[in-house]
């Protein structure tokens, strides 16, 4: 059970974990619409905010993904040493984004006459509560990197951190200038 929760990747990959992966975006994207939960970086999430055509949380999840799948190729192009399959990459990253369908069902929870960007007691309890189930994510994004690329050691961990840090900037820049396009 262990090794399903933190390392399934030993166990779906390819083509195969990129349909899976995708099917859990596109539900994750459902709920979240219906939860009013923005997942707009490679690893953010906001809740609360004003509601949009269902459209943007779904490509919220795509742009997010893309970003991720493109930093850690390349990545893994200038430093892996061994050769990797970018289906194995997209597959297993896509896979490791199930945590934030949690993420968005226990949004449900947040009081719609709560101010999310307010300190108050519920705000914080919810933000512990999805803390776990980002470090969980985060951990699937590794191993998928991992395994994927074939790095270990400090080194993944650097150059993942890396991909990680550029995935964000490039998805939150995407998001900003191409979504006021789109509902305007």
Known sequence: MNTWLLRPFTYIAGSK??????????????VAYFSKTHFDGAIDAHVGATVLPYFIYLLEALIAWGCMVLACYA?????????????????????????LLLIALINFAMPATV????INPMVIVLALVCLPVFVWMLVLMYQAFSIS?????TKAVIIFIAALLVAEVVSKVLMHFTFPLMIS
Do not use: H, Q, Y
Not at 17 to 30: E, K
Not at 149 to 153: A, E, P, R, V
């Open 149 to 153: 690329t074939n790095l270990k050691g």
């Open 75 to 99: 990545a893994a192009a200038i430093f892996a040493r061994t050769s990797f399959r970018l289906i194995d990459i997209a597959g297993t990253l896509a896979l490791a984004r199930a945590p």
């Open 17 to 30: 974990a990129l349909l899976t992966g995708w099917a859990i975006m596109l539900i994750t994207s459902v």
């Open 115 to 118: 101010d999310p960007t307010a």
